[in-house]
């Protein structure tokens, strides 16, 4: 008696099923031989760190020695911080758009695609009112500082993770990974060059005079000029975690106000504020940071408090250095709300804008757009007029979170460098 073939419950036998499955594994085999290798340009789902699948564009390839290439990827979705190399078996290739000329999709102003990163970063400084990179600019820069060259650096106990390329010196290009003495900043390529230099280096703090203590909470100020190695070492390390930032070389021209944590083993680093010697533009700080281990925990917003306690000290007003980072857009934007609503929640009477920068060293124009972003001001009879209800100062207060560390102004010793000899 022949046999009988039982159909399965889609109505189809198993030997259909598998031709199926054949004809589809052909497929694929000839969709992916004809879309590998991907080239830059392409658009493609891929498998990040949550193990879903977002959008990306392959920023760059690489070939791998015995295996398929590697890609370069953006997340769409995402700051460029996120950028990283991946495999291909973290690729949808069923998913590849093909490359669209970028120059054809969209053009600006200057005959230049913008992304959305792009547009985003150009339209907060315009709401802010300060000249930002232009398109032609930004494309540059984005170009030369595509690829993150530096994956992980070793500080002190922390292993961190880089966000953006740093123009390190030719010979460090095939470094994936970089160990920095935590004291002097100096760099190497192999673990065993720091342990053979942490044994020789005699620092345990910032070369430089320390101006602030409070409890284990300790600032240095370090001058570029007396310290030109130190200085140009703190950029390159920090361009690792600032993207539209230029790297000053020539650090002559800078004061570095580096935070430590002490211990019995030394200070170390949390983060930095760097400001010019001397600003026409009335900037007080130039570039600021804190280092990824130590974020979240208020060293930012101190970091902001202390370069306007230097600036009440020199009797003046002063102003972040621009173009703000989007990170910093918001620290400074709470800073300002917190500082100018506590003022305004306790004093009696009517007070002006100029008397608020007197009491702050915040620069009047900071004043008025942090005040009609809360729309706290109206413009009556050809002057502004602070419009100060405290139940919406009150809700404005806590919507801007807590004010972080407290600079504890009787602990700082500082002269104003135009008076140092």
Known sequence: MGSIEIPTGNGK??????????LESNTSKRRRSSVLPLEVGTRVMCRWRDSKYHPVKVIERRKVPGADYEYYVHYTEFNRRLDEWVKLDQLDLDSVEAVVDEKVEEKG???????????????????????????ASLREHEEFTKVKNIATIELGRYEIETWYFSPFPPEYNDCLRLYFCEFCLNFMKRKEQLQRHMRKCDLKHPPGDEIYRSGTLSMFEVDGK?????GQNLCYLAKL?????TLYYDVDLFLFYVLCECDDRGCHMVGYFSKEKHSEE??????????????RKGYGKFLIAFS?????????????????SDLGLLSYRGYWTRVLLDILKKHKGNISIKELSDMTAIKAEDILTTLQSLELIQYRKGQHVICADPKVLDRHLKAAGRGGLEVDVSKLIWTPYKEQS
């Open 109 to 135: 102003a200057s005959g230049l695609k913008m992304t959305r990163h792009q547009k985003r970063k150009i339209d907060e400084t315009h709401v802010e009112g300060h000249e930002e990179l232009d398109a």
């Open 282 to 295: 009335s900037y007080n700080l130039a570039c600021i940071l804190t280092l990824p281990p130590y974020q």
């Open 226 to 230: 007396k310290n030109k190695v130190y």
């Open 13 to 22: 036998s198993p030997s259909f099923d598998s031709a199926e499955a054949a």
């Open 241 to 245: 975690f600032l993207d539209h930032k």
């Open 308 to 324: 306007y306690e230097l600036s009440k000290k020199e009797g003046k007003v002063g102003t972040p250095e621009r173009p703000l």
